[in-house]
């Protein structure tokens, strides 16, 4: 079974704060994505990664970077936490379009 | 640009109940679509995927069927369970090979004992 592993359930942190979100997978896979999920928005695409150091901004990238040094793992950095990025974020990786997509648990953050 | 809908919203049923969750997308040029399961709190569970050039998935009691030219997929789920509870999700893969997922909002699902 594939396992995509994030390294927090929930995170408090500041406002101003430089945020680090870990995301790693065992089946390696080439493409790897960051979603927020948020009540009455749903599941946004904030960031891509199709290969290593490679990356494409999603939907949102606003406020986030992202980091791809290893295949097996992708980093979401909030450069400067606001409290308008408190939501639940999910990753997932996947081996091509035609394969299924594979969720982590999430991680709750909390910005105050 | 792809939207992606999900009717109901919301869905309460009694044990026991076949039922039909709804998912329409508004552009036909997808590669795939995907059935999700989502527990409160918790992250995304993958139920089924449908090819573009399939017709229809099964996986136990989980039939999900897609018509692409009518821009429509249903996920049939038979003699429901409590545990059925939570929101089901349904996402397509656009035109792009990247795999980058278009959700729908979701409906969830409530099955009384």
């Known amino acids: 079974d594939v396992k995509v592993t994030q390294s927090s359930r929930y995170l408090v942190k500041r406002t101003g704060e430089k945020v680090f979100l870990e995301c790693v997978q065992d089946m390696d896979h080439e493409n790897m994505f960051w979603y927020r999920q948020d009540p009455g928005l749903g599941l946004r695409l904030i960031y891509f990664?199709?290969?290593?150091?490679?990356?494409e901004k999603g939907d949102i990238p606003e406020g986030y970077s992202v980091s791809r040094e290893k295949k097996e793992r992708f980093s979401l950095i909030l450069e400067s936490a606001s409290t308008n990025q408190t939501s639940m974020y999910l990753c997932a990786s996947t081996d091509g379009a035609h394969q299924p997509q594979h969720f982590g648990d999430g991680t709750r953050l909390s910005i105050l | 640009k792809q939207e992606v809908t999900q009717i109901p919203a919301a869905l309460s049923v009694p044990e026991g109940e076949n039922l039909v969750l709804n998912c329409s997308f508004t552009d036909s040029a997808i590669y795939n679509l995907q059935w999700f399961r989502q527990d409160p709190g918790k992250g995304l569970t993958s139920l089924l995927l449908i090819q573009s050039s399939q017709r229809e998935q099964t996986s136990g009691r989980l039939n999900a069927s897609l018509d692409k030219s009518s821009g429509r997929s249903t996920l049939y789920i038979a003699a429901s369970q409590p545990g059925d509870s939570a929101t089901y999700l349904c996402a397509v893969v656009g035109s792009s090979n990247t795999g980058k997922l278009i959700f729908g909002q979701g409906t969830t699902l409530q099955v009384k004992p």
């Open positions: 990664s199709y290969d290593v150091k490679m990356k």
